[in-house]
């Protein structure tokens, strides 16, 4: 009869909570995370006591890695071989570790990112410097504990003889923690371990000047002093990593970038190809070649520039668009006490003395008991020599060799151990020489006593036997840093120049708003005919800039926003071709309009402003400077009330005056500096006070008395009157007539409303756009001059059904 089997309900979040928190405790504390004390993660530390273990050593024979990787999988590590192995091959490779605890023999890797050989067919052994992390373990220096399957034991920690945390750094991620830890200079650490043993109340400042900064063994520069003062107070921080490179002059003047260190942890090949795939798709001009020189002599690639390339500009184009330079994050996590803890190098360096205090101490401790052994032994014969006669009687006269231990125990006082060591003494030992060697030896462990007794009595002494020991190993050990370290941070600034081939174009935007940027060799072929650009049925050409490849377009639009587009970003096309629609570029939104485009080569320019003007007769003047952006998505240009509209934008130089002309034919000049400049997004002040029907159709800038202003009205009558009838007044008035309305039943319209007006000093060709989709051309010699307050006269032949909607020059 079986036990009747019970139920016992479970939720399904507790049993995975508690599944899932068992598994983080073990992936942080034996997989991933180091322990602060020898800098290790498991796999790593089992796979170094197993060489030691088995002899592997740097004086003996190099070993095949399938037979280190067996034992450890065997004894220590029951996971994959591959995990092991890959831990093995890291330790063994010198562009990821700073001092590698693994002397390899055969192929592991490349900076290539090649893979190594499998275990079966490298060989490997302990390096030196590897030893002295497994120093004094076989003398109880550190616990052990059963492994997996209790058939043997392994280390807790290994005794680790200098400061392997900071030395080799650390790289690893676990379940809610991830540890990020770079390498230092061994020097440098030892330096700050012992002043910090001189002084445990240290500050960081003092400690920065032993100890600079992290020392990568691929060198390069790091930059940014700041970031590593914040690392190494609070185990988090930011540095920038930069290659080292050289500009060298070669054969006919021309120039090549050199790299000789690329920044830790990037794979050479990727680097060698991102550089060229951006000569390739000519992201940049200037690059011929790149080609990677990398052999027995180091790493080495070069970059050759063409002639007259900008080598400084394509460099730092290369540093902020590649791993050339890259961002290192410090996130220094490892294992205190068994839970995982975000240390500063102090911290680190304290649990390393405290560690290696009581490392030191365990070892003393060992030898003290040793050394008390032996020297009971020691006395025993001392004392067995000057009696020996006795001595032999007595082991004569004994029946066995336990009658005779008892006796001399009995007899002649003699303690077990002493006892036992008589009687295993070896004749030879009874020449007057041995005897004399025997009182020596007596002595020099007495004195060995009182020395081990005086460091357990003294902590004093046991810290300066630490400094000691840590000082042969940086004498042995110790290499000249790496890597350079610079306080600021170069901010990499890429001119235009760099990434694209300077050219005059033709950027041309259609009523419709299809744009294009054209070649001018394009635009000659199809006969350099401004009327024959392609253009869809009923559209026409609102705007055509000649301007160079290097400069930049605002384009503003009607709601006042505007947005920033470099010219070589605009789509190429041939001049019959229609191009794209600008929304494809930039994202204008349905109900706005593009109101004009200005191209910008420097937005420095001093004395440059950008005057708005809107329907309703607000005008606002803001310096050219307060527009410079990065930013590809609209921007506020100004602010629009509800009502109203942008209607013109100018770049100006604030020197000229400002005529304002309405629709129901008023007219106002000012002075462009009565408008005193104001912020990006302001709405501005009132340029003309019109009724509330009327709007602004023509903003004009004029400079002295000369020349005509030249008005248009729907149903096409013209005229010209001199700008001398038109006085400077303040800003903000209502203005003075400048055109005649005919009205009445018997009169013939000369129209409703003005159009456009413009101010003429020489000849122009006017294009008028009727609601018919219909365009006539005609001339501004064609139009009569006539007083300001006249009629006009008919120079576009229309019907009255048939109305003029816009007026535009034929450049």
Not at 40 to 51: C, D, E, F, G
Not at 228 to 246: C, H, M, V
Not at 309 to 316: E, H, N, R, V, Y
Not at 414 to 422: G, L, M, S, V, W
Request: glycine share 8%.
């Amino acid at each position: 009869m079986t036990i009747p089997e019970k139920f016992l309900p479970a939720f399904l979040e507790e049993v995975v909570g508690d599944r899932f928190g068992r598994y983080s405790k073990y992936i942080i504390q034996d997989r991933a995370i180091p322990d602060v004390r020898d800098g290790l993660k498991p796999v790593q530390r089992r796979i170094l006591y197993a060489m030691y273990d088995a002899g592997n050593s740097p004086d003996k024979m190099y070993r095949k890695s399938a037979k280190t990787v067996g034992d450890v999988m065997g004894n220590y590590h029951p996971h994959g071989d591959s995990s092991i192995y890959d831990g093995m091959v890291r330790m063994a490779q010198p562009w990821k570790m700073g001092h590698m605890l693994i002397d390899g023999h055969g192929n592991w890797g490349s900076m290539d990112d090649d893979p190594p050989a499998a275990m079966r067919y490298t060989e490997a052994r302990l390096s030196e410097i590897a030893m002295e992390l497994l120093r004094d373990i076989e003398k109880r220096t550190v616990l052990f504990k059963d492994n997996f399957d209790n058939s043997t034991k392994e280390p807790v920690v290994l005794p680790s003889r200098y400061p392997n945390l900071l030395v080799n750094g650390v790289s690893g991620i676990s379940s809610g923690f991830a540890t990020e830890i770079p390498s230092h200079n061994l020097r440098e650490v030892i330096d700050a371990c012992m002043a910090l043993i001189d002084n445990p109340d240290l500050e960081l400042e003092e400690l920065m000047k032993v100890m600079r900064g992290p020392d990568f063994p691929t060198g390069g520069i790091i930059m940014g002093s700041d970031g590593i003062r914040d690392a190494f107070r609070t185990g988090k921080g930011r540095i920038y990593l930069r290659s080292r490179t050289e500009i060298e002059t070669v054969r006919g003047g021309l120039q090549q970038i050199v790299i000789t260190e690329i920044p830790f942890q990037v794979v050479k090949s990727r680097l060698v190809t991102a550089m060229e795939n951006i000569r390739l798709e000519k992201k940049i001009e200037g690059i011929s070649i790149v080609r990677d020189e990398s052999g027995r002599n180091g790493l080495r690639i070069v970059v050759e520039l063409k002639k007259e390339a900008d080598a400084q500009g394509i460099l730092a184009y290369l540093f902020k668009k590649t791993d050339l330079q890259v961002v290192y994050n410090f996130n220094m996590v490892a294992i205190v006490n068994k839970t995982p803890r975000q240390l500063g190098v102090i911290d680190i360096l304290k649990a390393y003395i405290a560690h290696q205090k009581e490392v030191v101490t365990f070892r003393t401790k060992f030898d003290l008991e040793k050394a008390v052994d032996r020297e009971e032994v020691l006395e025993g014969l001392a004392k067995a020599l000057n009696i020996l006669d006795e001595v032999i009687a007595a082991i004569k006269a004994s029946k066995n060799r336990q009658d005779a231990q008892n006796n001399l125990v009995a007899m002649f006082g003699f303690t077990e151990r002493q006892a036992d060591a008589i009687l295993i003494l070896q004749l030879y030992r009874l020449t007057n020489l041995e005897i004399h060697s025997i009182e020596k030896e007596l002595k020099e462990v007495q004195k060995a006593i009182a020395y081990l007794r005086s460091i357990l009595g003294s902590e004093k002494k046991l810290l300066s036997v630490i400094k000691t020991e840590m000082t042969e190993i940086r004498t042995k050990y110790g290499i000249d840093r790496r890597s350079d370290i610079q306080d600021q941070v170069d901010e990499l600034k890429v001119n235009l120049e760099v990434m694209v081939t300077a050219e005059d174009v033709y950027i041309s935007l259609s009523n419709e708003g299809y744009i294009k940027r054209t070649s001018k060799l394009s635009f000659t072929r199809s006969g350099g005919e401004i009327e024959k650009t392609g253009m869809k049925e009923g559209d026409y050409l609102r705007h055509l800039l000649e301007v160079s490849t290097l400069q930049k377009l605002l384009i503003f639009t009607q709601k006042g926003q505007y947005y920033m587009l470099p010219v070589h970003l605009v789509p190429e096309y041939k001049w019959k071709e229609n191009g794209t629609a600008i929304v494809n570029i930039i994202p204008v939104p349905k109900d706005d309009r593009i109101i004009n485009v200005i191209p910008i080569k420097e937005f420095t320019d001093p004395g440059k402003s950008l005057v708005f003007v809107t329907r309703k007769g607000q005008v606002k003047r803001t310096e050219l400077k307060d527009y410079a952006t990065s930013r590809s998505i609209g921007i506020v240009a100004c602010k629009v009330a509800d009502h109203d509209a942008i209607f013109e934008v100018k770049l100006s130089t604030n020197d000229e005056d400002i005529m304002l002309v309405t629709k129901q034919g008023m007219a106002i000049r000012f002075k462009e500096n009565e408008v005193n400049p104001m912020g990006r997004a302001a709405a501005g002040v009132r340029g003309i006070q019109m009724k509330d029907d009327d709007e602004v159709v023509s903003s004009e800038w004029i400079k002295g008395d000369e020349g005509e202003l030249l008005i248009v009205t729907d149903l096409g009558f013209a005229k010209r009157s001199l700008i001398l009838d038109y006085p400077i007044q303040g800003r903000g008035g209502k203005g003075i007539f400048t055109f005649e309305f005919k009205e009445g039943p018997r009169v013939k319209p000369n129209g409703a409303s003005l159009v456009k007006a413009f101010v003429v000093k020489d000849e122009l060709l006017l294009t008028a756009i009727l609601q018919s989709g219909n365009r006539l051309s005609f001339s501004s010699e064609k139009t009569p001059i006539e007083q300001r307050k006249s009629t006009g006269r008919q120079v576009i032949p229309i019907t009255k059904t048939d109305l003029i909607t816009n007026i535009m020059k034929t450049d």
